[in-house]
């Protein structure tokens, strides 16, 4: 994968992010302890901050930023930001920003960025790809000049604010992914972002517990173009069922114009022809009447059809879609999204593909379609966990997948999780590899079945911690690749 910058880092002679005073205003802040050094970098995590950074002691449900603030000025934070009650209890640790509250205070100084900014920004979002795309469209648009988008998925209520308000002044495009669990999330992060382009990639039966409906989870991917700025694109999958229902929602926004992608000939970007090979894909397209060839360097048809919303967001923005489509050849996918891994047994050497970051039925049949259409000189191995947040449907969602194993010739499935039993239940004898309830009782089946000229997939979603039965094949089997 082409490397990119993730986030910008102080180097000698670098303009800060944020001057001392700069930030006060944002932030309604009162300074104490003396006014701090610049700011080149913003972090609300002591174990990635870096010297440099001002920290911001949010407020979570697995913890409390103000316990780290001592740690924050050991690796030289140049300041914290905490509320008025920790204060004074803080106060002898090094400068401070004092705010009533942190996470508004964060959201203020994303709205300041945002303002201040020139940059054109693109906002993604939708049930599956979006990390994926947003990756795509940081090294495309990297071709055209400098990109801003978030080293990971900070896609959530602190995530959005975090990587708008680390964006540089002199940023020329900003990739912005935003997600939800519930109705509601996206409206105020798209209120921040306010996006130029925005992408929903597609929707899907994903985090059905808090909707009633794929419908509902459509009305709040859509709450994305409240946020719009007037005239904007946006780009729609035409292969949803939901895509009218989106594409109203549009036309009541501050969009000037729907632009679409997916396999449907009614599409602007139409997916004509696919071919997946080990480590690439070789796409045939139709963009705005142009056909157009060209790889991605990673395999996978999902990926083909997200590409096609990457080439529309580039041409928007005055790229060249044939030129745009070039920069693809050297996108790899992210960590945990299906990166591939050649290991090496004591025989001879099989494929590990690492989906093990989240799940659902979408991306879940996907991953076993790319399992399908891969060459295999051994078996096809499907490790899956269980598909959260799913709600009363969850049971028959997970059984479902077994028209995907039969479909797609996996020859041996490994499930962990009291959900993926139901899959597991339902696949015939010879397609049962072990079942157990959960990924650390699973894995010495997994680690002990794998032969030379496998490909094993493993995914699920990341409370089921199958990225540990990544982890310990990569451990055991090592990586042919790095020899």
Known sequence: MMNLPQQSMPQQGAMPLWTPL?????????????????????????????????????????GDGHDHVAEAFRKEAVAA?????????LKSLGPL????????????????????????????TGSVGKTT????????????????????????QWGVPLTLARMPRDTRFGVIEIGMNHAGEITPLAAIARPHIAIITSVAPVHLEHFDSIEAIADAKAEIFSGIAPGGV????????????????ARKSEVGHIATFGESDRADAALVDVELAADHTTVTARVAGRYLTYKIGAPGRHLAVDSLAVLLAAQALGLDPQEAAQALGTFDVPAGRGRRFTLQTKDGPFMLIDESYNANPASTRAALALLGALPVAGRRIAVLGDMLELGVDAAQLHAGLAADVDKNRVDLVFAAGPLMKHLFDALPEPAKGAWQSSAAALEPSVVAAVRPGDVVIVKGSNASRMHAIVATLKTRYHDAASE
């Open 81 to 89: 930001v905490v509320d008025e009650a920790h204060a004074e209890a």
């Open 22 to 62: 700069g930030l006060v205003g944002p932030l309604n802040a009162r300074v104490s302890g003396g006014l701090p050094a610049p700011t080149f970098g913003l972090s609300i995590d002591t174990r990635t901050l870096a010297p440099g950074d001002l920290f911001f002691a949010i407020k979570g449900e697995k």
């Open 234 to 249: 946006a780009i729609l999958n035409r292969d949803v069922d939901q895509f009218e229902q989106l594409a109203v929602a």
């Open 133 to 156: 795309t947003k990756e795509a469209l940081r090294l495309v648009l990297w071709e055209a000049g400098s990109v801003h988008a978030s080293p990971a998925s900070y896609n959530n």
């Open 97 to 124: 920003y004092v705010v009533k509250a942190v996470l508004p205070a964060l959201e203020r100084l994303a709205v300041a960025a945002r303002t201040r900014s020139v940059a054109r920004i693109v906002a993604v």
